[in-house]
Structure formats: structure tokens, C-alpha cells
């Protein structure tokens, strides 16, 4: 084509046979730190508002500006949210990487793109459009729409990205009426900012429309599918749960990907949970390290504090010591972990299930731990205010694990139901209350045979309400002992109260008729991929039946699920199979029965993967 | 802005004051002659004289030989036998989550100076309220003897051998740590600790007590600075100290106290530490950058060996606690009510529509 620019697209030589409404993916590639998470959050938005079906992710790197970072927009008529490994749609504004993503579209996959990148004298042989014949490509002369619609010079780096979003909502279909109301959600109706972000969406529409031609196979069209629901992040979702759910306590250590969890309980306990003197009913203290995060919610949650830290992996394995102390001082206290890969450098943005066996089994010395598995945004904020209920009524440590997809991308959800029940403090005995007793209370006695003894709180004025908490080396009057068979008759008592914890922990989700020989068992974020993965079985002729864990320890139900299946394949985003392993190591009588399915590469699991993974085990079964 | 009479929570009134033997503790498993068993019946007497209330105290400990001694004093309050070096994690949380509660931490060199350096410094600097004891004797003693960072440079040991590196000052790492009330003394100087004890109990914010308390298993010979013999013919005390409880008047005329050599310091509850100086010195514990080169000096005395002072080092009433900077209410966040810890269904449903 030569160094000339004078079209500013060129169409795939043979187009997509159809026009796919509703039904594909889209991928926009930008630099770390160009502000192009408001554009796509913008589109993402507004196609929630057209009613269609979205899901976006956002794969970024471990750095604050220069790295490359791509969003992804799925939108699916048929509901479908999980990541497609597939993009047909192109927004190219990193020249770093921008051949490469090129090289990733399917044939008559469109590519719209910056001409700097052909314009440019620094991108001189860069032969941008030489890379593929098979695509179309449409240039946007993003520098010249930029002057034209009188942006001030300090803000032009922020209105950039908007170029795109009106160039695509043209190729596309996105309407400019739910572009504007996605700003103005964004910018919570701040006039300004969505005037001068609109004018310059407003003015790519207006070029796209007379400059682009060619008519894109790729479409959307509105539809009335997300009606009554929300657009949310898990992470925000899992604050607004524990300001629900009484929290009075937050220590917290930065680490991406549970930061925002921390900042969104900040800004909605400041929003939701002051007196009318001002006075917040609820402490948050950045802690110096994870050890002192945990360490303040034991000393908060001893003290009778709803209390809990959020951190990742790397913050776990920190907190390991205080863990064990938490189960076996018997202290209620929460930990949400969004799990990342790692440790250290490398891939701590991106995503992965690969904190569940250390998780469960947190601490030395024969702990285990009541985690809970939220798979959506409407899940952890219910998992958000029912783990101090768990805490409080187990007087333990309650695990809360998501993941990095769930914690910073934006969801579709319903909105979230107010808690259905009262607030649960579990055994905590009050002044009067030991007064009732003639002051006769022993902290780790079982009296009611659940393994859950009662407890009193510093400051409760009762001569005999005093006890001293330690990890191990008590016996059940919480005296010093290193006697053996008091040491023995705690751990039969603890063991009885993570029996106890069984009963009370969410019951999984099981879809799919009986009498299948085929049985799923997925957790978390892993479900969306599941579902639709379920539906191409199917199609297939492989029928599956379907069991969510949301929770461990394991209960009756999935128990019985297995006994149902002779197939069990347990999908999850590591690489170990780590509830599977564990399911192996609760049902040894069922163990041969678990085939691992677990891939982890830092991305949310394809429904496509699992289909086809499953396929082959069950080829190989029949073979 | 104390809405709350914390002093008649934390104190008893004339009439239902205990017995000291209410203030005992379960019988010591330290050896005979432990400084920290000195040390726990400094604290039981003060309760005893104070009059405080059990109810209201908390007793946290790390790990160490120092931290089993919270089980022997205050029986009738609640304890907290935490992780090594975690101790102020601990208090922070629980004294945050009421602030009702006055806290008294037992820690030692170990756990304070090495694996427990971050922690301690970070409580001083967030001047979160309680007393914070250490019981500093320059040496691990149940792992049987090593040298602990509190150690003096070219000490031996029959375990450890020589110690070939300089000891950290405790004092002066609380200093750096931006601690508003910073004190040494000597287990063998009974009514120096009590009184110190009794400021610091009054004390609005973290309260570091480094208590000089010989291990006489592996430490309490000639040649260490953290023996009886060394402690008893070297301590230096900076001033006559008196403690006069927020009740009682003091009786003297203030005007005189400068020209008598005495100076008064108020502390946030009322109540006063009167302050004798000795004529050895005429330090001002209201001066940090004077208290910063009085340890300096002390430690670059004698031949590396440093200058044992004791007394109040500095002191600063006023800098408000983590409790206060936050923000927080008074309220023992565990006396809120349902409806005060759970928004209204309407402001959830505003909520979700906000997100629609």
C-alpha cells in the first residue's frame, strides 16, 4: 500500500459471510497509564445500558505507566460472561504490541487503530497494515479529531481514548445516548468531564460516519436483557457485604489485587456507618505488613470487633502463623483473599485459583478453616457480611476466596438481597449473664456438644469473666497446660466444631438432572465458564451434571453428588488441581473417581477449554 | 472530647476496692530471683494501690520468658498470650476495638528488639494507648542463653561466647519511633518501676517502659550490664519521681517547683507526675531532642560501655492516639447495636439503583 494515506480504512478482501449481532469479543490495547480504563468502562457500561449482556476484563500489568494493557468486552446474546480465548475486534492504540495483537484476530476480524502508526516517523517500517490481508483495518486520525473538538491541552492525554469510542460505537451500533449515560455514571454526573468526554465521542462518531464505510460484520443491537440489574466489581461488592454485615474493624496491607476491596470499604463504611457527631462506628488502619493486618484483627476480634484484612496470596502466606493462632485461641476474624499468581514479581495482576489448599489448611499443627467461594458480585456481598456471622458463631477464622477476576473486573449482577437474617454474635457471655451463672463459665468447654464454647469480652464487669487466650498448651478451662490428653481433648473439641461449621456453611449449587454419569464440581469464578461450557456439551451430546462448591469444609450434598457420579471433573484455575486434591483427601472412598481439570496461565478459564478438555477424557474413557 | 468518664470505668471507687490479693496472678514458673517476677508484683501493687478496676485491663504478651509473666499478675483480667514479635499488633486491634480497655504489653529484648523491631516501632508511632513493658535482660533465655540484640559489645556468655556486635538502645528506637512517653528503670529499683508504672498506666498513648531485669540463668554475672550487681551500683536516676493520681491535690505550690529543682508534667487524665531533679543532671523529659542526646551521651560513655540512666526519659501528654486520629467513636465497638453496624434496606436499595 505504499507510505500514502489516503483511505482511512481498507476491508478484509472477503467479509464475514454474516453479520454477527450480539455475539462476539472485543479487545482494546493501550499503554499503562493512559487513562483508557474510563473509555472502556464507558463502552462496557454502555452496552449494559443497551441491554445487551457484557463482561469485562482487564488484563493489565504490574506497573504504573508504560506496560502494555488490553480490555476485553465480551457481549453475548445468550448471557454467556466468561472469557472467550477469541477477540473479533481490535482497538489498537499501543504500537508496542500492536502487530502482535493484530496477529490474534480470526480472519475478517476488524482492527481499528491510531495512524500514527502509519503517519508517524518514528513507526516508519513498522508495516502495520502489511501484517494481515485478511482483516479490515480502519484508521482513526485521532491527533487531528482531537484539535478539532477544542480540547484544553491538560486534558487531551484524558479525551484521547474517547477517539475510539466513537469511531466503534459507529462500526458497531453503540448508541450515543447510552454512551452518554454510561459518563454520566462514571463521572457521577459531573457536567463537565461528560461534556468534554462526549464532544470528543461525539466528533469520532460524526468522522467514522462519514469516513468509514465499510459495514462491520461484527454488530450489536439492543436488546432487554439487563433490565433490573448491575454492573459491578466483586471487590466493591465484598466491602459493601461487610459494612452490611457490621464491620468494625479493617486492617489492611496494599497489594493489588485487594486493594480496591480495602478502598471501597473506606469509602462506603465514611458514606454508610457515621454518627451524627461524626464519630465512625468502625476502625481501618493500614497496617506496616500483612503480620500486623492480621495480627490487629485478632487483637480487634478477641476484643469482640467484627474485624477482618483483605490481601492476596503473598499476604497469606505471612499471615500463616496468626491463622493457626486464630484457630486454635478460637478467635473470630476474617481474611478475604483475592487470589493472583506468584509470588513476587512476574504475574501478581493476573489471575488464578491457587490459594485453596493453603487457604484451607492455613497455619501449623492440624488446622483447617472455614472458606467461602463466592463465584459472582451478588455472592460476595452476601459472603461479605455472612463471614462474620460464620466468625463469630464458629469463633474461628473464615476464609473469603476470590480471585483477582472477580475482585477488579466489572460484572453483571442482580442486585445484591438485604442480609434475610439478624446479625449472628454467636456465645458471648454478658456480665448479666454470667451473673446468671453464679459466675460458672469455662471458656473451651462444649456444653452444648457443638465444639463451640463460650466466650467474654475484655471489659466485661464480672469478677469471674476473665480468661487467657493462647494457642495451643490450654486445657478447657483456658488454664496453661501441657498435659497430653488435655491437648488431645482440644483438638477432638475443635475437630467437632469444624463438624459443626459443615452444618452452617452455604450449601453448594447443583444443576443438572440425576441419573448422568457425569458430574462437574467447579468453584468461584470458574462457574460462568462452567455454565456455558455445559450448554456446547450438550449440543455435543455429552450431558453433565454440575455441582458449585461454595464453601469448605465439604457437607452432605456434594458428598452425595459424588456417590451420584462416576465422572467427577473438578475445574479450577490452578495448576496442582487443588480442590480436587483435597476432595481426594476428605472421600478417600471416592478418590479414584476425580479427574483434575485445572489450567492456570494467569487468564479466567474458557468455556471452550473446558469443552474440549472434557471431550477428550471422555474419548479416551470410551476408548 | 471524652464523653465518657474513663477514670470511673478503669478505677474503682473507695468503696469497692479490692484486696491485693485480687490483683494476684497464677504462681510464677520463672526461675527464683527472675527480674520479671519483680516486675509482676510491681504491677500487682500498683493495681492494688491504684485501685483499678480488672475489668478494664488487658494483659498482652509475645513470646519469651518475659511473655509468660502476664498469667502471673491480674488474674482477674483478660489475657492475651500472642505470637513472638506481635504483641503490639495484638493491642492495637484490641485497644482500638475499645477503648475502654487500658492495656498493659509484656514483652522482652528479644521480642521486641529483633524479630519484634517493626511492630514496636510502628505502635510508637501510631501512639496507640498502653503500656508497653520491656523486660530487657540481654539474653534469649527458654532457647537457653543466646545473645539478644540488647547485648553488650565484647560480653561473654558461657552459651553464646562473645558478643561481637553493638547493642541496640531500646529507648532510643522508641525516640526515633516517634514515642510520647519513653522510660528505663531497673527490676532492682522497686519504687522507681511503680512509680514509672503509674505514669504510664495515666498515659495517653503507647507508654515504653524498658526495664532492665537481670536473667539470673545466663546473664546476671559481673561481667554483663544487665545484672543485679551492675544495676545496683550503676544506675543513674535522673530525678526523684512522685505520682499524684487526677483526684488527689497536689500540696505544693507551683511557682517554687523550678526554683526548688522540680518540675511537674500533666498528663491527659489530670493527673501529675512530679519530677525532683537530682543534682547529677538536670534533664527535661519534655524536651525530645534533649532526651535523644542524653541516651546518645549515656551510650558513648564509658569506654562503649553505656552509662545506665534510669527515670522518666521523655514525655509528650498531648499527641493524640491512633483511636483519636481515626476518627472512631468511644464506644466499645462490640456495645454497637444492630442497627447502628447495619445500613437501612433503603440505603442498600439507593444503592444498587445508583448501579443500574
Not at chain 1, 475445574?571 to 486434591?581: C, I, P, R, S
Request: net charge negative; glycine share 8%.
Amino acid at each position: 500500500m505504499g507510505d500514502s494515506v489516503q483511505t482511512a480504512e481498507r476491508a478484509a478482501p472477503s467479509p464475514a459471510t454474516a453479520t454477527r449481532i450480539n455475539d462476539f469479543q472485543m479487545i482494546v490495547a493501550t499503554i499503562n497509564g493512559t487513562g483508557s480504563q474510563t473509555s472502556n468502562t464507558a463502552i462496557l457500561r454502555a452496552l449494559f445500558k443497551m441491554g445487551i449482556p457484557v463482561n469485562g476484563k482487564n488484563i493489565f500489568p504490574s506497573n504504573i505507566q508504560g506496560l502494555p494493557t488490553w480490555f476485553t468486552i465480551r457481549v453475548s446474546k445468550d448471557g454467556y460472561t466468561a472469557r472467550r480465548e477469541t477477540n473479533e475486534i481490535l482497538v489498537a492504540m499501543n504500537p508496542n504490541t500492536a502487530v502482535e495483537d493484530a496477529q490474534q484476530l480470526p480472519s475478517g476480524g476488524i482492527c481499528l487503530y491510531d495512524e500514527v502508526f502509519v503517519t508517524d516517523q518514528r513507526y516508519r517500517g513498522f508495516g502495520f497494515e502489511e501484517s494481515r490481508d485478511d482483516i479490515s483495518y480502519h484508521r482513526l486520525p485521532i491527533d487531528a479529531l482531537l484539535k478539532e473538538v477544542d480540547v484544553p491541552k491538560a486534558l487531551q492525554d484524558r479525551v484521547r481514548n474517547m477517539v475510539y469510542v466513537g469511531a466503534l460505537a459507529h462500526l458497531i451500533g453503540i448508541t450515543l445516548e447510552s454512551l452518554e449515560e454510561a459518563l454520566i455514571h462514571h463521572f457521577k454526573g459531573k457536567e463537565k468531564p461528560v461534556a468534554l468526554n462526549m464532544n470528543a465521542i461525539k466528533a469520532a462518531h460524526a468522522w467514522a460516519q462519514e469516513n468509514l464505510q465499510t459495514a462491520s460484520p461484527y454488530r450489536v443491537e439492543a436488546m432487554n436483557e439487563t433490565e433490573g440489574m448491575i454492573l459491578i466489581d466483586g471487590n466493591s461488592a465484598g466491602a459493601l457485604g461487610a459494612v452490611y454485615g457490621g464491620m468494625t474493624f479493617l486492617a489492611w496491607y496494599p497489594i493489588t489485587p485487594s486493594t480496591s476491596l480495602a478502598d471501597a470499604a473506606t469509602a462506603y463504611a465514611n458514606h454508610l456507618r457515621v454518627d451524627e457527631n461524626g464519630r465512625k462506628n468502625f476502625a481501618i488502619v493500614q497496617a506496616e505488613d500483612e503480620l500486623a493486618a492480621i495480627g490487629m484483627v485478632l487483637g480487634a476480634g478477641w476484643a469482640g470487633a467484627r474485624a477482618f484484612t483483605c490481601t492476596s496470596g503473598p499476604g497469606i502466606s505471612l499471615m500463616s502463623e496468626f491463622a493457626g493462632m486464630a484457630y486454635f485461641a478460637e478467635i473470630p476474624s476474617v481474611i478475604w483473599d483475592v487470589q493472583r499468581m506468584g509470588p513476587s514479581t512476574g504475574l501478581p495482576t493476573r489471575t488464578s485459583q491457587g490459594d485453596l489448599m493453603s487457604a484451607y489448611l492455613l497455619g501449623h499443627g492440624d488446622t483447617h478453616h472455614v472458606v467461602l467461594m463466592p463465584n459472582d458480585p451478588k455472592e460476595a456481598f452476601e459472603f461479605g457480611w455472612r463471614a462474620f456471622d460464620l466468625a463469630d458463631e464458629l469463633q474461628t477464622l473464615v476464609f473469603v476466596l476470590s480471585d483477582l477476576d472477580l475482585g477488579m473486573n466489572q460484572w453483571m449482577s442482580d442486585p445484591f438481597d438485604y442480609p434475610d437474617e439478624p446479625m449472628k454474635r454467636g456465645k458471648v457471655l454478658s456480665a448479666e449473664d454470667l451473673e446468671e451463672r453464679n459466675g460458672k463459665w469455662y471458656r473451651f468447654v462444649d456444653e452444648d456438644g457443638d465444639g463451640v464454647g463460650y466466650r467474654t469480652l475484655p471489659g466485661t464487669e464480672h469478677w469471674n469473666a476473665a480468661y487467657f487466650a493462647r494457642g495451643t498448651g490450654h486445657n478447657k478451662y483456658a488454664v496453661y497446660s501441657e498435659r497430653a490428653d488435655d491437648w488431645v481433648e482440644n483438638l477432638e473439641r475443635l475437630r467437632r466444631k469444624f463438624d459443626t461449621a459443615r452444618t452452617l456453611v452455604p450449601k453448594p449449587i447443583v444443576h443438572g438432572k440425576k441419573g448422568n454419569p457425569i458430574g462437574i464440581i467447579a468453584y468461584g469464578t470458574s462457574d460462568t465458564a462452567v455454565l456455558e461450557a455445559r450448554d456446547y456439551l450438550a449440543e455435543a451430546e455429552i450431558d453433565t451434571c454440575y455441582l458449585r462448591l461454595r464453601a469448605l469444609p465439604i457437607e452432605e450434598t456434594t458428598r452425595a453428588f459424588i456417590e451420584e457420579h462416576e465422572r467427577i471433573y473438578v475445574v479450577e484455575n490452578n495448576y496442582d488441581g487443588q480442590l480436587a486434591n483435597i476432595l481426594r483427601m476428605e472421600l478417600p472412598e471416592y478418590a479414584t473417581r476425580f479427574i483434575t481439570m485445572a489450567h492456570a496461565d494467569g487468564w479466567p478459564l474458557t468455556a471452550n477449554w473446558i469443552t474440549e478438555t472434557l471431550k477428550q477424557h471422555e474419548a479416551a474413557q470410551k476408548n | 472530647m471524652t464523653t465518657v468518664d474513663l477514670n470511673a470505668l478503669r478505677f474503682l471507687p473507695e468503696s469497692q476496692r479490692l484486696d491485693r490479693q485480687d490483683y494476684q496472678g497464677r504462681q510464677s514458673t520463672l526461675c527464683k530471683g527472675c527480674g520479671h517476677n519483680s516486675i509482676a508484683s510491681q504491677i500487682i501493687a500498683v493495681a492494688y494501690e491504684l485501685g483499678i478496676n480488672p475489668s478494664y485491663i488487658i494483659k498482652l504478651s509475645g513470646i519469651g520468658c518475659s511473655s509468660k509473666s502476664p498469667a502471673y499478675f491480674l488474674g482477674r483480667s483478660h489475657g492475651f498470650n500472642a505470637l513472638h514479635g506481635r504483641m503490639p499488633s495484638v493491642a492495637t486491634g484490641a485497644v482500638t476495638a475499645n477503648r475502654h480497655l487500658l492495656a498493659i504489653g509484656v514483652s522482652g529484648d528479644g521480642d521486641t528488639g529483633s524479630i519484634g523491631m517493626g511492630q514496636f516501632k510502628h505502635i510508637t508511632r501510631r501512639n496507640v494507648r498502653m503500656v508497653y513493658i520491656i523486660e530487657n535482660n540481654g539474653v534469649y533465655g527458654l532457647t537457653k542463653g543466646q545473645f539478644s540484640a540488647t547485648a553488650d559489645m565484647g560480653q561473654e556468655t558461657k552459651y553464646a561466647g562473645r558478643n561481637e556486635l553493638p547493642p541496640i538502645d531500646l529507648c532510643l528506637e522508641a525516640l526515633a519511633g516517634e514515642a510520647t512517653f519513653v522510660a528505663r528503670s531497673f527490676a532492682g529499683a522497686p519504687k522507681q518501676v511503680k512509680t514509672l508504672l503509674k505514669a504510664a498506666l495515666s498515659h495517653n498513648g503507647t507508654a515504653i517502659l524498658d526495664i532492665i531485669s537481670p536473667c539470673v540463668a545466663f546473664n546476671d554475672h559481673a561481667s554483663s550490664t544487665k545484672s543485679y550487681a551492675y544495676g545496683r551500683s550503676n544506675q543513674y536516676p535522673l530525678q526523684d519521681m512522685t505520682f499524684v493520681p487526677s483526684e488527689e491535690e497536689i500540696m505544693i505550690n507551683e511557682e517554687n517547683y523550678d526554683a526548688q529543682g522540680e518540675q511537674v508534667v500533666e498528663l491527659h487524665d489530670g493527673s501529675r507526675i512530679i519530677l525532683k531533679k537530682l543534682d547529677k543532671g538536670d534533664h527535661d523529659p519534655t524536651d525530645r531532642e534533649a532526651a535523644v542526646r542524653l541516651l546518645e551521651d549515656a551510650r558513648s560513655s564509658m569506654n562503649g560501655v553505656p552509662k545506665f540512666i534510669t527515670g522518666l526519659i521523655y514525655v509528650d501528654p498531648d499527641r493524640q492516639t491512633l483511636s483519636e486520629a481515626i476518627g472512631m467513636t468511644e464506644t466499645p465497638l462490640s456495645h454497637l447495636s444492630e442497627e447502628q453496624l447495619r445500613p437501612s434496606r433503603e440505603s442498600l436499595e439507593k444503592m444498587m439503583k445508583g448501579l443500574m
